[in-house]
């Protein structure tokens, strides 16, 4: 008997604590939605301010002749050189507001599709090789990421044609939608699955404070933009309205063409560096924000009962 006690202790004291690490939390579609576009909102706004001068340097390596010959380190003394330090920061409004704003959506839909589907069998049903993957995630992910393309691609083409000093016009702003998608579809379905995979498979890291959160978002952001790089580069140069063609598969040859592999990955240390830090940190924002509405809820029925 004793045993079997001191088994159980033991067994409970390896088990990760009871509050969820999980993107989405509850069971009603309609409020996960809406705790999914205010938690998104947190996300949205941390990302930008924490990182938007590597986004800068990003862009100008892509987009600007002038600077897409450089590294990452001459690009960034460049700017500052010929243009002030603030130039780092040119561009930022549109990105603050429209982070908030898209990824807003992009989390409010994600919650709101992955909620809707829980009672569909062949959607909880495990897809093989995947350490525990549902459909349900994966298409939640391609439907969360055409929400947010609809709303991302004329915010974008507005930011990168201020940092590379362009002008826009409204009759243009869906210009790169085909990009975007293309782009936003890889990088969400992949962050999405990735953090899905580390909150089942690493349970006890993910519930380290600080650690946990700034690993999952980071590194699950991280490896999808490693994977869509070529069309986030595609995307700054047809909206930055950089020489050559407007349409993306003639721009894909074009640029490789001229440029080889090497010029599809133009921008990838900056981008790397911003990725870690801005999805690090805006994860840190996020589930700051799941955790109040947790102790909300808790408050709540506290009351109620």
């Not at 020489?243 to 490789?256: A, I, M, N, S, Y």
Request: with cysteine; glycine share 10%; proline share 6%.
């Amino acid at each position: 008997m004793a045993s079997n006690t001191s088994g159980e202790v033991s067994q409970a004291a390896q088990q990760p604590p009871k509050s969820s690490r999980q993107l989405v939390r509850g069971d009603s579609s309609t409020m996960e939605a809406l705790f999914g576009l205010l938690c998104g909102v947190a996300y949205g706004a941390t990302s930008p301010l924490v990182a938007h001068p590597f986004d800068t340097v990003k862009t100008k390596m892509q987009a600007e002749p002038a600077y897409m010959n450089g590294g990452m380190m001459t690009t960034f003394k460049n700017v500052v050189k010929n243009e002030g330090f603030l130039a780092l920061y040119k561009g930022l409004m549109p990105p603050l507001i429209g982070s908030s704003i898209f990824r807003s959506v992009q989390f409010g839909v994600y919650s709101w599709c992955q909620t809707l589907q829980k009672d569909i069998e062949f959607m909880r049903k495990e897809i093989p090789l995947t350490l525990g993957l549902e459909p349900r995630v994966v298409v939640s992910g391609v439907v969360a990421s055409t929400a947010r393309a609809i709303v991302e691609t004329p915010l974008e083409l507005i930011k990168v044609r201020m940092q590379v000093g362009q002008q826009w016009g409204w009759s243009g702003l869906m210009q790169g939608f085909g990009v975007t998608w293309i782009r936003t579809t890889g990088l969400m379905t992949t962050f999405f699955v990735l953090c899905d995979t580390f909150e089942r498979n690493t349970p006890v890291l993910m519930h380290t404070p600080i650690v946990g959160p700034f690993l999952k978002g980071g590194v699950a952001a991280t490896i999808g933009w490693w994977i869509i790089w070529p069309f986030e580069n595609l995307k700054s140069q047809i909206q930055g309205n950089t020489p050559g063609p407007k349409k993306l598969w003639d721009r894909f040859f074009w640029t490789f063409a001229n440029g080889g592999v090497r010029s599809l990955f133009r921008g990838f240390v900056p981008g790397t560096g911003r990725s870690i830090v801005a999805n690090g940190a805006s994860m840190l924002a996020f589930e700051w924000c799941q955790d109040l509405r947790e102790k909300y809820l808790s408050k709540n029925k506290a009351v109620q009962n």
